[in-house]
Structures are given as C-alpha cells and as structure tokens.
C-alpha cells in the first residue's frame, strides 16, 4: 500500500502531458464529468440525488469519501411568534409619513415595528461523511478515472492495484430511496475496508451486525433552536470474505464483492402522528434493498431515471473537441478565458440532472439554497442554507419548465401550499389584510415574516414571485386540471392580499404597495441611506404579474367575474415604469440616488426577465434603459459578481438579443464562478463569506439563460436562436420546451437553422419567428403548405393537439 500515494501522483502528472492516454470512453461520451485523481476537497466530489437523498462522492482510492446528505435534515422549529403584530391602523401611519416624504422617521418607525423575530428560523445540514478505509495488496496503482454519467446517473470509480481491478459504482435510487454502492475485484478475495461515519450532528453511532446505525437530533444553535429527529443506516452485503461490527464500525476482510446500502429517515413535520414511524421506516428501506442485487437495483434506478434526463438533447457541434481532458482541465481552460462550447452544453445538461436528483414528485421539500449538496459552508453563515425567495428560489426552478421537467416543479407547489397558510397570519397580523403574504426568507417551518432586519426582509411581494411559478407552469403544460386546482386558488389568494394591501398614493392617484424594499439594496435621500419606500419598481413588477395571471385565470375557467373586474381595474391604477436620470430603469418609484452602484441585485429588470413586461418588441425605450441598468452595475467598481447575478445577465443579455455580451457571461459563470465539479458559487468576498460557497441557483438559472439564447417564447410569440453567439454557429437540440405546450427540437449550420419540429400537445395558436423564413419548406403532418409571412418575418401557426409542423431547408 506504500507505493498507492506515489503512484497515484505520477498518473496525475503523465495525464496532464499525454492526455491522448486517457480511457477511450471518456473521449466518445460527452455526457460524462470526469477526472483523473481523486478529490481533495468537497468542491471536486461529484454530487447524486434521489430527490431526498443525496452523497457526495470523492473517489479515493487508500480512503473513500461520501458525503451524506438529506433533504429534511433541518434545524429549526415551527415559531408562532415569528412577527410581531402591527395591524391596518398602525400600517396607515406609517405609510402617511412616506407620502409626507418624511423617509427618515418612516424607515425608523417601520424598522422598530415590522421586522420579524426569527427565534428558531433553523437551517439545512449535513450528515456527515462515510469513511471507507481500504487496505490493498502490494503494487502500483495505475489507470485511475473517475466519471459522473449524466445518462444513467452513476458514479463510476476505476483503477488498479498490482494486476487487480477495482470497481466502485454508486447510484441514487428513488424508486428503491436508498444511495446504493457496489465494489468489486477482479481477483477474489482483494477487498478489505473499514467503514466508519464521521458525523457533523449530534449523533450516536453503532456497528451492529452487517449495519452502522445512527441515531441523533438536528439541532443547531447558530439559527435558533429546535432541529428534527433522525436515524440512518448503513448496511453491508458481501459476497466472500467476513464482516464484523467493531465498536462504531464494520470491518469487511477479503470479500471479492461488497454492496453498501444507505438511508436516513427524520421525524420532520412529526409524522409519527400519521402512523409513519422515521425509524422503522428506515430499517424496512434497508431491509428490502437488501433483497436486491446491484444489478436489479441499478436497472430499476435507470429505467426511471434515464425518461427523464433523455427528453433533452443539445449539442453545439464540437461537443467531444475538448472531451478527451479531465472536466478540471476543461474548467480551468474556460476559467482562463478560453471557449469550451461541449463544456457550455455539459453544463446545461448538469443542471438538468442536479434538478431531477433534487426534486421529485414525491421529494418531501423543494430545493433550498443548496439543495441537500451541503458544504458545511453556508449553514454557517448568516444567511444560512434556507428559501430565499427573492431570487434563489426562484432561481432553482427556472430550467425546469424550458428544460422539459415540469414535474420537478412539484414539491416547489407543495411548499407553496403550506407557506400559503402561515402566510395567512402573517398577512392579517402585520398587514391587517385577507389572503396571503410571505417575505424574503423562509424554511420549512412556515416562516413567512419579515426577516430580522428590513434593509433586507420588508419584501412582501416576495410570496407574489414564488406563486408566479404556478402560472408559468400552467403556461408551459397548459394543464387545466392543474390551472384549477392548484394554480388559481394559490394565485387568487395571494392577489386578495395585494388588493387589500395596496393602497392609493394621495399624492398621484396610483394604486402602490408599502413600506417595502427593493431587494436587497438602498438608496440616499436628503443625505441620508434608506431602504423602505412607498411602491419600489419590483412590487409593481410582481403585483401586475400575479393580477395579470389572476385575470387570464379567471377567464380560462369562467370563474370570478367580479374579481377579474377588480383586477381590471387595479391594474389600471398601477404606475409606468419610469426611465431615471441616468438613462436606466428606475428602481424606485422616485428617482432616488443609488447608494450602491455595485449591487447584486437588480430586481426591478424581473420586467425583462423572466416576464415580458420590457420586451424589445413591445417597449424599446425601456429595453435600452434596461441594457443601460445592467452595463452601469457591470461597470460599477466592486460589481458584486456572484453566481445568481451573473445568470441574470445572461437572461437580460439573451432578451436584448447581444450574443456576445450573453456569451461572456456564460463563460464567467461556467470559469470564475464555479468549481472543478461545475457546481456554482457564490464567490469569497460577497455577502461575508470567506471562501466560495456552493450555491444551486447558478448551475440551473444559468442553463435556463443557455436556452433562452436559443428559443424564446413569450407573449404569445415563439423565436429561434435569438441570441446565437459565434461559438455556438453549429449545434442542435431535442426536447426544449415552449410556452403554449409547445415542445421543439432544432438544428443549425453556420447559424442558419437547417430543420426544426414543433410539436403540440394541446391546440395552440401562436407567432413563429425563423430568419428568411420564406426560403423554407413548410410541412403540418406531412402536408406541405405555404405560410403567409408577417412583416416582421414571423408566420402565424395554428395547431391542433398531437400535430407536427416541420420546416426544413
């Protein structure tokens, strides 16, 4: 074993000079991330997920890694006192003296009256770490790889050891729940490990039989108090050898295969009461999987996982050009500036796979802010590993509707359900108003109160921007069914509170929220810094959304007739959008001073994505102060570059149509602002932290950004490659999805499409916009047909449910 850490050395730098002696799979399949060596830090192990469990695998070869994870692992509790009343009247005075311009004692009076007491607000947290210490026979290691198949969704670890061929596969299994590893040896007996748990909660733990067991609680006092109840299991199956239960771990001796099998189950949300037992449930998952083979468990895995993944496809012409380097490589090429057009496909293929590993239908939460891939990082900080719902969130899910997954959508409803009910009682104890209402940062214990401070808490339209998700996904499935019973009722409530909560400016007539901030940002006024103001750009943004969805709602069930009359008219006293003195998109309702120049945020261009409030089409004007906006924060000194910021601008920049400026975007994202396994961070430097942190937001958000420079379509109005940067001048995709139940795939030499197929899962009728659309062949199932073309170059279609329109040169 002496030789394993020398060995393993010379192999990492012979493959740095001689990349052409890697294994021959890596080069011919471009849906892999792999590497040479080992990881050496969290930030290069790979991630799998069944959408409650997750592991984060190293691929060590004298010890193996995997990090536990799973995705109700929260400290925290449910807290009553979360807001602090306040009522209509007190509400009133406030909001007279910012119509009295006095901001000062206004910021002041709602500082000390409409924050939160977040005593117990919790946050998600690992397991801890399985420890598998091997022991080898004598000899050199050599041919080491290491690769994540997107495909299959499996973890692979290969090497040698002397003349023995060692072979770790682990997978995520949702239809059996369990992280499932085999490992074998191509001689027998050439297994010996010892497993051991390195737990980061309070947790007991005891080898018994063929199993380590833990036993603990998650409590976590960095974010108040409380925390759930858990116990997980890791059992040993072996083929050959001997196995023994050593204290607090296994020992597995001469076996010529092993297959670990791991759960944890808690007592979240105490479903005890329901007859669900979290510890026997857990012994009963291992029980059964035990029952199993690898190979059934792995064939089961992948047939329920691949349906999913395979409905995408894309492809920019050079995928394996750079195929034949190790993925750290590649991102390091890319990080130095370089353009990696198969990494730029890779990666939106990765953030379709970290969704479905993330979320499921039958995922019990939604996907946090790192989802359950947790570093030990950002639970530690004070922003924690929680909902941010004034973009993370939100940001999580935006691949999923364009990506082709709109089931994974469906734990987000969920949890929107049960926020709507807490947020009743924050709506009618701070507000004084009927329906629903949540702000900036939430858990799964029903937090919907203002945060702790406003500066970054008083954003009530936060519920707004959550709930818009279940219109854009009735938008993309056309799902009525779903528009009824899930969508509308959720919207409704959440538009009977901003009715009741708006209120008339005396000052103009306009119908405006407040006190409430633009996220999280401030402004100056008479010398001073504040945060609150009356009606700031995102809430008007927000609230039009919801009404606007409420409306169409209400008219695609024929239901509410007097509600939608209320929301004609509410929309009707909603202020313009205002262009401000240097030429950008006003943030505020006035045109106040920037106080930061450089900040992060820019909530108020929400107009222009992921809505369509600003288009180039419709409002020019206000699409130029929108690229305005975002070259001043670019420009500004100290830009706030983080992984959620930068995907952004890649939507603002693909809107505006500018494939450069969303290019170079794209390759900050995939090079400065990620790792050596692709996931994406939030930089050291930026809201405190001291090194990088991984944050889940940047790897989906940017791949929607990827596929909205390819296909857009909004406003009734569906375009091709409208933002194609030079790099991408060949390609093609399968499966991207369009509003209006629309679902395309495309090809492209030199720029020029070559052949496209829409298809139709529900009658639509809708614009079609493809450059020199005249010089095409036209088909509807088959039937060729000439298409009359608009004076914009665009073509109306018209489609029944199943239909094919294929146009091709």
Aim: hydrophobic share 35%.
């Amino acid at each position: 074993m002496r030789n394993i850490t020398r060995s393993l050395g010379l192999i990492i730098g012979a493959a740095l000079l001689f990349s052409g002696c890697l294994p021959s799979e890596a080069t011919e399949d471009t849906m892999k991330l792999w590497y040479d060596k080992p990881a050496d830090e969290w930030m290069k192990s790979l991630p799998l997920g069944n959408g409650r469990l997750g592991a984060m695998v190293y691929g060590g070869v004298e010890t193996e890694t995997i990090g536990l994870n799973e995705s109700t692992m929260w400290s925290g509790e449910y807290d009553e006192h979360q807001q602090r009343p306040l009522g209509r009247d007190k509400l009133d005075q406030i909001r007279k003296l910012f119509f009295e311009d006095n901001l000062a004692e206004g910021n002041h009076i709602a500082g000390n009256t409409m924050a939160g007491s977040p005593h117990s607000a919790g946050t998600h947290l690992p397991i801890g770490d399985l420890k598998l210490n091997f022991t080898y026979p004598e000899g050199e290691l050599s041919d080491y790889h290491h690769e994540l198949d997107l495909t299959t969704a499996t973890n692979t670890v290969t090497y040698k050891v002397g003349d023995t061929e060692y072979t770790r596969q682990c997978i995520a299994s949702n239809p059996d729940d369990v992280i499932a590893m085999h490992i074998k040896a191509s001689r027998p007996e050439s297994i010996t490990v010892e497993l051991e748990l390195q737990p980061l909660r309070n947790a007991e733990v005891v080898a018994s039989g063929n199993q380590l067991i833990y036993t603990g609680n998650a409590e976590f006092e960095k974010h108040g108090r409380g925390g759930v109840l858990f116990e997980g299991r890791i059992a040993a199956e072996i083929k050959g050898g001997t196995i023994k239960a050593d204290g607090k771990k296994l020992l597995i001796d001469k076996a010529t295969e092993v297959l670990l099998l791991s759960d944890v189950r808690t007592n979240y949300k105490n479903t005890t009461f329901a007859g669900y037992d979290y510890q026997q449930k857990c012994k009963e998952t291992i029980e059964a999987a035990s029952k199993k083979s690898f190979k059934t468990l792995r064939n089961t895995h992948v047939e329920d996982y691949t349906p999913l993944f395979s409905r995408v496809a894309l492809s920019f012409g050079e995928n394996g050009k750079f195929s034949h380097l190790p993925n750290d490589q590649r991102w390091a090429r890319v990080k130095a500036g370089e353009s990696d057009p198969g990494l730029d496909a890779l990666f939106f293929q990765y953030a379709r796979y970290l969704l479905i590993s993330s979320s499921r239908p039958n995922s019990p939460l939604p996907v946090a802010l790192q989802g359950f891939f947790n570093d030990n990082l950002a639970c530690h900080m004070g922003w924690t590993n929680d909902y941010h719902l004034d973009i993370n969130t939100e940001q999580n899910y935006w691949i999923a509707n364009v990506g082709n997954l709109p089931e994974c959508h469906l734990p987000l409803f969920d949890y929107i359900k049960d926020l709507s009910v807490h947020g009743s009682k924050i709506a009618q104890d701070l507000y004084g108003c009927k329906g629903w209402t949540a702000h900036t940062t939430s858990n799964p214990w029903g937090y919907a109160a203002v945060s702790g401070s406003i500066l970054w808490g008083l954003f009530p339209t936060a519920s707004s921007w959550i709930t818009s998700h279940v219109w854009t996904q009735y938008e993309y499935t056309q799902d009525k069914n779903f528009l009824k019973e899930t969508a509308y009722p959720l919207l409704k409530s959440n538009a009977e509170f901003l009715l009741d909560y708006m209120v008339t400016d005396p000052r103009n007539n306009y119908l405006v929220t407040g006190p409430s901030i633009s996220p999280e940002n401030s402004f100056r006024y008479q010398g001073q810094e504040f945060c609150a103001s009356m009606m700031p750009t995102c809430d008007r943004v927000l609230v039009y959304e919801i009404f606007s969805a409420c409306l169409k709602s209400t008219e695609i069930l024929n239901v509410d007739a007097a509600f939608a009359d209320s929301l004609r008219t509410a929309i009707s006293k909603l202020p313009p959008f205002r262009i401000s003195a240097n030429g950008g998109v006003q943030e505020w309702f006035e045109d106040y001073e920037e106080a930061h120049p450089n900040h992060r945020h820019t909530t108020h261009l929400l107009s222009l994505y992921p809505y369509s409030q600003i288009t180039l089409n419709k409002t020019p004007e206000l699409a130029n102060a929108a690229r305005i906006t975002i070259e001043r924060r670019l420009a500004a000194k100290d830009w706030e570059d983080t992984e959620w910021s930068r995907t952004n601008m890649i939507c603002f920049y693909a809107r505006l149509k500018d494939p450069i400026k969303a290019y170079n975007s794209v390759k900050q994202l995939l090079g400065p602002l990620s790792r050596e396994n692709m996931f994406t961070v939030s930089p050291a430097g930026i809201a405190g932290a001291g090194e990088d942190i991984f944050a889940f937001d940047g790897n989906t958000a940017g791949a929607a950004g990827i596929a909205e420079m390819l296909l857009q379509g909004y406003d009734n109005r569906i375009e091709l490659l409208p933002c194609l940067p030079e790099e991408w001048k060949n390609g093609s995709f399968k499966g991207l999805c369009a509003r209006g139940g629309i679902e395309l795939d495309a090809s492209w030499k030199n720029a020029q499409i070559e052949q496209t197929e829409l298809r139709a899962s529900v009658p639509a009728e809708f614009s079609f916009r493809i450059s020199n659309a005249s010089a095409y062949n036209w088909k509807m199932n088959k039937k060729t047909f000439t298409p009359e073309i608009n004076a914009d170059g665009s073509v109306q279609i018209s489609m029944n449910a199943g239909d094919k329109l294929t146009v091709s040169l």
